[in-house]
Every structure is written in structure tokens, then in C-alpha cells.
């Protein structure tokens, strides 16, 4: 089991910046940070494989939003630039110990509590 807990939402306005903090209890394989806003779906943001930092984005935050991870500290990282309305959502760290869609909700086994992000235009 593997527990993850978020922290570093908050209320910006458009423009401004956030980086977003996502501690895991134990080694992830691989992780990522996904969104929800009211009324819709759990959205994939970005991911990254702990071992060789390859990393993947959704194509709304590319050039915005970049993943990292601090593998000593177990601590996944997400600095998000550049922000816009359409950003504000529920940010919710996961991760999963194997191979799969990287943006698909379901493939991953843990997740953590979710942080807001409001962004004001």
C-alpha cells in the first residue's frame, strides 16, 4: 500500500504560477497527476516513470505545466505556469506499480486526497 498525500493548491490569477507537491509513503514505479472539475471527468495532466524520468503531458498544459520527481524524497512535483481558468480543478496526485495508459484514471492503484487550484481571470 502506498499513500500519497498532496499539498501547494491554491488561488492564483491567470498568469500566475503553482507548484504542486505530491509525498508518497513508499517507492512508485510510476506516477502521475490527473484533474477534475466540476461536471466532468478525471482528466490526465502529466506523468513521469520514477527510474528514467521519462515523462508524458496532456496536450492543454504542454509548454505550461512541467512534472518532476525528487526520488530521494519520494516526492513528485508538478510546476504549472502560465495558468488559465479552464485550469481550475481538483488535482489529484496517483500512481502504480506497473505498465499502462498513462492518462487513463483506472490504470492506477493509488491516489491521494486531491488539492484545488482555482485560477481567476
Known amino acids: 500500500q502506498v499513500q500519497l498525500l498532496e499539498s501547494g493548491g491554491g488561488s492564483v490569477q491567470a498568469g500566475g504560477s503553482l507548484r504542486l507537491s505530491c509525498a508518497a509513503s513508499?517507492?512508485?514505479?510510476?506516477w502521475g497527476w490527473f484533474r477534475q472539475a466540476p461536471g466532468k471527468e478525471r482528466e490526465g495532466v502529466a506523468a513521469i516513470y520514477t527510474n528514467s524520468g521519462r515523462a508524458y503531458y496532456a496536450d492543454s498544459v504542454k509548454g505550461r505545466f512541467t512534472i518532476s520527481r525528487d526520488n530521494a524524497k519520494r516526492t513528485l512535483y508538478l510546476q504549472m505556469n502560465g495558468l488559465k481558468p479552464e485550469d481550475t480543478a481538483v488535482y489529484y496526485c496517483a500512481a502504480r506499480p506497473s505498465d499502462g495508459a498513462w492518462s487513463v484514471a483506472s490504470t492506477y492503484q493509488y491516489w491521494g486526497q486531491g488539492t484545488q487550484v482555482t485560477v481567476s481571470s
Open positions: 513508499a517507492y512508485t514505479y510510476f
